[in-house]
């Protein structure tokens, strides 16, 4: 009798990703618990990974000796020891394309949010002050610049929502890149030039240590009081006590985050202080439309996998020995 492929799924995921992976012969391992104790013993007999934002380590990793593909519902994978990983000769795959649209989307709801003060106006509502709307004067977004730091795939529709559906000019830093087909958008080489001239400054690149508070006292000195910053990438590309700084004395004019250093975050965060920030809780891609593709694209790589197969979207391929399988 033929041993069932087990995946190892930490947490929830969308029911059409569950259904597929069974629908393919797999066996679908939810734990009640995904700390690392729980991931340790419970990854032991499986042969895939499909991992939301738990971490998968080393320690994880070496235990599961029937490991054949570790698949990311998502983009991000610095949740993900790829080293070990590919040490292992073990497949890492994300799914870059799954959540770019709600994130894009989310990132210009912050934008609108922030710059035409809808929480506060949201909040005297519901407390009685119709007359806020003399007080809370908004910014449109209209010929504004937006500048982006990563031009990717979410950044570069990010570009196109804002330059072609509210008219504003877009200037990007990407060292990565040195070429652009959207006459759209204008490419800046100075980081420090592009901060200058931002009025909406809006951040699209992974988490990595190089970039950590690549956002920081100095660059919030650069920033025009006017400017607005927008993070929905990872919390520690911004240093967020020089924010907090930058905006209590409204050294620029207001921010919104959807991550931070810390998920979850202190209740005592000085930020949580302020009513010239916006916060949401790391949900730029939740969607009902992206989860369901977050889960189906890997496990379409985990199933072709499991049928002996090369994974289409892998971030280490090249790495691995030719006998993967």
């Known amino acids: 009798m033929m041993r069932s492929f087990k995946v190892l799924v930490p947490q929830p995921i969308a029911k059409e990703g569950i259904d597929y992976l069974e629908e ?33 380590n080393r320690d994880i990793i070496e235990k599961g000796k029937e490991l054949q593909i570790i698949a990311r519902h998502g983009v991000g994978l610095d949740n993900v020891d790829i080293q070990a990983a590919t040490e292992n000769n073990i497949f890492v795959c994300n799914a870059p394309a799954a959540n770019i649209n709600s994130v894009a989307e989310h990132v210009v709801g912050l934008m609108l949010a922030v710059s035409h003060q809808i929480v506060k106006g ?53 060292p990565f890149i040195k070429k652009v087909d959207e006459n759209y958008i204008t490419l800046e080489p100075s980081l420090e030039k592009l ?3 931002a009025d909406f400054l809006s951040l699209h690149v992974p988490y990595v240590p190089e970039l950590h508070h690549v956002i920081n006292r100095e660059m919030f000195e650069k920033m025009k009081e006017t400017s607005f910053l927008i993070n929905a990438a990872r919390g520690g590309l911004v240093d967020e006590q020089a924010l907090y700084e930058a905006l209590a004395s409204n050294k620029i004019a207001g921010a919104a985050l959807d991550c931070f250093e810390q998920e979850p975050t202190p209740m005592d965060h000085p930020l949580w202080k302020l009513d010239n920030v916006v916060l949401t809780p790391h949900m730029a891609a939740h969607t009902e439309e992206a989860m369901i593709r977050m889960a189906m ?26 006998d993967s399988f």
């Open 122 to 174: 949201d909040h005297a509502v519901r407390e009685g002050d119709y007359q806020a709307r003399n007080r809370y004067i908004g910014s449109e977004l209209s010929s504004k610049t937006l500048g982006l730091i990563g031009l990717g795939n979410i950044g570069k529709l990010v570009a196109k929502k804002c330059a072609l559906g509210f008219d504003m000019n877009v200037v990007a830093y990407d």
């Open 195 to 197: 901060v200058s001239q």
């Open 297 to 322: 694209d890997p496990a379409k790589e985990i199933v072709r996998v499991k049928n002996k197969q090369e994974p289409i979207v892998c971030v280490n391929r090249e790495f691995l020995k030719q």
């Open 24 to 56: 393919n012969g797999c066996e679908a391992i939810v734990p009640d618990k995904y700390d690392s104790e729980t991931l340790i013993e419970r990854v032991k007999d499986c042969h895939a990974i499909l991992v939301r934002t738990a971490e998968i």
